[in-house]
C-alpha cells in the first residue's frame, strides 16, 4: 500500500499519518519531520533548510526529492509507505512519477482555516520524538510533558500567527494544485477532517479497503 496524505497545515496529517500507519504496519515518510530532526541535530540538509520552514516558505523541491529518493530505498518500504506532507509542488509530485513509485491512493483531509488556525494555536509538539499533543483534544497525561518520552512539550517555531498564515498562502498556491493533478489520475479521496481524530481515521482507513 502506498498512500499519499494531502491536507492544509493542521489539517491532522501528522495525527492521522500514526493512527493509519500503525493499523495498516507500514511507516510513515514525514518530510516535515526529518527536515525538523535535521535542524535539532544541526544538519547541513536543517541549517539549510531552517530559514524556509521559519518563514513559513517550502525547501526547494531539489533537496526534497533527494529525501524522499533516498528514505523509499530503505528496508522498511519494501512492503509500502504513507506520505505525510510530501509531495506538496507539482514539480515534487512529477519527480515521484519519474522515480517509478506507483500510488494507490491520495487521501485529502480538508479542514476549514479556522478550525486549522485554532488546531494549530494548541499544538504542542515533542521536540525529541516528534510525538504531536493538543492542549484541549489531545492533552499529555503529565502537565507539558510527552507521553513517549517525558520531554518537556514546546510550541514549534514555525507555529506563530503570522507564520501560520504565510503557511496557509503557500499551500493554497503551490500545494492545493495536486488536488486536480491527482483527481485527473482518479487517485483522490476526500475525508472530512473536523470529526474527532479518531473518527477520521476510520474514515481514511475505510478510503484504504481496511
Ligand atoms: P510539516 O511538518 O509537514 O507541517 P505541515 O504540513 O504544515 O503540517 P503540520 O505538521 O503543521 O500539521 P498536520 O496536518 O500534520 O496536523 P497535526 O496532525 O499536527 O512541514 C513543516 C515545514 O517543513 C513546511 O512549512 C516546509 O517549510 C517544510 N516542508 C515539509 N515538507 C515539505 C515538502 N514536501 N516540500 C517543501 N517543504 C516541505 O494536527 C495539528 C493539531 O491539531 C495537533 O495539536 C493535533 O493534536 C490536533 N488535531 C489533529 N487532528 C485533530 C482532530 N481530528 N480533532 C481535534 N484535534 C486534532
Known amino acids: 500500500m502506498r498512500v499519499i496524505l494531502l491536507g492544509a497545515p493542521g489539517a491532522g496529517k501528522g495525527t492521522q499519518a500514526e493512527a493509519v500507519c500503525k493499523a495498516l504496519n507500514i511507516p510513515a515518510i514525514s518530510t516535515g519531520n526529518i527536515l525538523k530532526a535535521a535542524m535539532k541535530e544541526g544538519t547541513p540538509l536543517g541549517l539549510s533548510a ?23 530505498r530503505e528496508d522498511d518500504c519494501k512492503n509500502g509507505f504513507l506520505f505525510d506532507g510530501f509531495p506538496r509542488t507539482i514539480a515534487q509530485a512529477e519527480a515521484l512519477d519519474q522515480m517509478g513509485v506507483t500510488i494507490d491512493r491520495v487521501i485529502n483531509i480538508r479542514a476549514s482555516d479556522d478550525l486549522i488556525i485554532r488546531r494549530i494555536g494548541g499544538r504542542r509538539s515533542c521536540p525529541a520524538c516528534g510525538a504531536v499533543f493538543h492542549i484541549e483534544h489531545k492533552k499529555p497525561k503529565s502537565d507539558n510533558l510527552c507521553d513517549n518520552c517525558g520531554e518537556k512539550l514546546v510550541i514549534r517555531s514555525d507555529d506563530e500567527p503570522q507564520t501560520v498564515q504565510k503557511r496557509l498562502q503557500v499551500y493554497r498556491s503551490q500545494t492545493k494544485p495536486l488536488e486536480r493533478f491527482y483527481a485527473e489520475k482518479g487517485l483522490l479521496f476526500e475525508v472530512d477532517g473536523e470529526k474527532d481524530s479518531s473518527l477520521v481515521t476510520k474514515d481514511i482507513l475505510g478510503v484504504l479497503g481496511q
Open 50 to 72: 531552517k530559514s524556509f520552514i521559519e518563514s513559513g516558505q517550502l525547501v526547494p523541491d531539489d533537496v526534497i526529492i533527494g529525501i524522499v529518493k533516498a528514505r523509499i
